[in-house]
């Protein structure tokens, strides 16, 4: 019993010198480390640990047997460190490791057998890193994780992906990073692999896109796109047609994002086609500068999308186009979720504004609607039309001078927010 007691004493007070000493917290079996300017992995760390978090320190060497002891460790971050060397054994002993990530740093290569011995490493990100010749052995020896699902990597102009690459046959989820604005995402990527199994794919910049790109991943259900910022052109043409290629297909989830270009464009007849000729269930339209969305076109879209569930446009820039987008919206049959937020970016308006009649007629299958930031005068009165089913109401953030109106057809909403910025 004595020793039971002493044992205890022992082990809290190695906690707690080791919680002092590195100004990691300890939580369950988590180690948070993070953001402390840390230069060396600490010692000494809880064995029982499942989960170690290294992000935003200054480690530059992971040295070999760096984690030993730490046995049962599934979880490991050491992105966004200043590593440059990974020595042979670092990952020794880490035969649980499930999630490894090594982005954003300086790392060269990889040492021999690295690979080899993470068998049951699952999620892998070595994307940020000065990896470019993806063609070296090296890197090619990825090839040896059979159980890996998810895999972020970095891409320079001119990449092929590797003939071994080919062998991962669970890698569902593919994140790719644009290096270079000469990147093409165009059918030669693929020149040394067969159809892709991935589900889910995510391109971080996107240069140059082919209307065939996407011929090797029949598999699709989710597409992420950010456009990037600083191009040269903008691709949002290639983008919508590259979409013809899911004519008549079901994707679960597509978002657009993040392309801050200075001309501008609208949602027109032309590109939204490509959209309402998919089985989609959920649409994201975000920062893309989009002017305005022409009610035909949106009328046509919202007739033909017989499958969509979520919508959003936001950070765009339609000024006050949101109640209007809103009042074509009630031919979405299965429409559950609407978000129209933040598009009133740079707008030049008088403070005396009218008043307004707001008349919202929803698809009578919407739970949630979310129209933030994108009003603006007088609200004389809001009536809601088809709001039986609604659950969640939110109008905060619009640009009104007064309320002095009411609001109707609102009958069982569980979540209302709603304010005014005068």
């Known amino acids: 019993m004595k020793f039971l007691i002493l044992y205890l004493l022992m082990t809290v007070h190695e906690a707690t010198s080791y919680t002092e000493e590195t100004k990691c917290s300890v939580q369950n079996d988590n180690i948070d480390?993070?953001?402390?300017?840390?230069?060396?992995?600490?010692?000494?760390l809880p064995v029982n640990a499942t989960s170690l978090n290294l992000i935003w320190n200054s480690i530059k060497i992971v040295k070999s047997f760096s984690f030993k002891s730490l046995r049962y460790i599934t979880y490991l971050d050491l992105g966004r460190n200043v590593i440059e060397l990974i020595e042979i054994n670092a990952f020794h002993g880490l035969h649980r490791l499930r999630t490894l990530h090594l982005h954003d740093n300086v790392i060269n290569v990889f040492p021999d057998?690295?690979?080899?011995?993470?068998?049951?490493?699952?999620?892998?990100?070595?994307?940020?890193?000065k990896l470019k010749y993806f063609q070296d052995d090296k890197i090619t020896k990825v090839s040896k994780i059979v159980s890996l699902t998810t895999l972020s990597f970095d891409v320079y102009p001119d990449f092929k992906f590797p003939r071994q690459w080919g062998t991962l046959s669970k890698l569902t989820d593919l994140r790719i990073f644009a290096m270079s604005a000469k990147v093409k995402f165009n059918k030669a990527m693929f020149v040394h692999v067969n159809m892709m199994q991935t589900t889910a794919l995510s391109i971080n910049v996107v240069p140059f896109i082919s209307e065939d790109f996407f011929e090797h991943f029949p598999k699709l259900e989710s597409i992420t796109l950010s456009i990037g910022s600083d191009l040269p052109n903008n691709p949002i043409d290639q983008v919508f047609k590259s979409f013809g290629i899911f004519r008549g297909k079901n994707i679960s989830n597509l978002e657009i994002r993040s392309g801050r270009f200075d001309n501008?464009?609208?949602?027109?007849?032309?590109?939204?086609?490509?959209?309402?000729?998919?089985?989609?269930?959920?649409?994201?339209l975000n920062n893309l500068y989009i002017k305005d969305i022409p009610i035909y076109a949106m009328q046509v879209f919202c007739i033909k999308s017989t499958c969509l569930e979520y919508l959003e446009f936001s950070d765009n820039i339609m000024f006050d186009r949101g109640a209007a987008v809103v009042a074509v919206m009630n031919n979405l049959k299965n429409l559950k979720v609407?978000?129209?937020?933040?598009?009133?970016?740079?707008?030049?308006?008088?403070?005396?504004?009218?008043?307004?009649?707001?008349?919202?007629?929803?698809?009578?299958?919407?739970?949630?609607l979310y129209i933030e930031h994108n009003m603006d005068g007088d609200m004389a009165d809001v009536e809601v039309v088809n709001g039986f089913n609604l659950r969640v109401l939110s109008l905060k953030d619009n640009e009104m001078w007064s309320c002095i109106g009411t609001f109707t057809g609102i009958i069982n909403v569980e979540y209302t927010s709603i304010s005014w910025n005068f």
């Open 33 to 44: 480390c993070s953001h402390l300017d840390l230069t060396t992995i600490p010692r000494h």
């Open 113 to 129: 057998g690295m690979f080899e011995r993470l068998n049951g490493l699952q999620v892998l990100s070595i994307d940020g890193n």
């Open 264 to 284: 501008w464009f609208i949602l027109n007849y032309k590109r939204m086609r490509y959209l309402w000729s998919i089985c989609l269930k959920r649409l994201t």
């Open 338 to 368: 609407l978000k129209i937020t933040r598009n009133w970016r740079n707008s030049r308006r008088k403070r005396s504004q009218p008043s307004k009649l707001y008349n919202f007629v929803l698809p009578k299958t919407l739970e949630e």
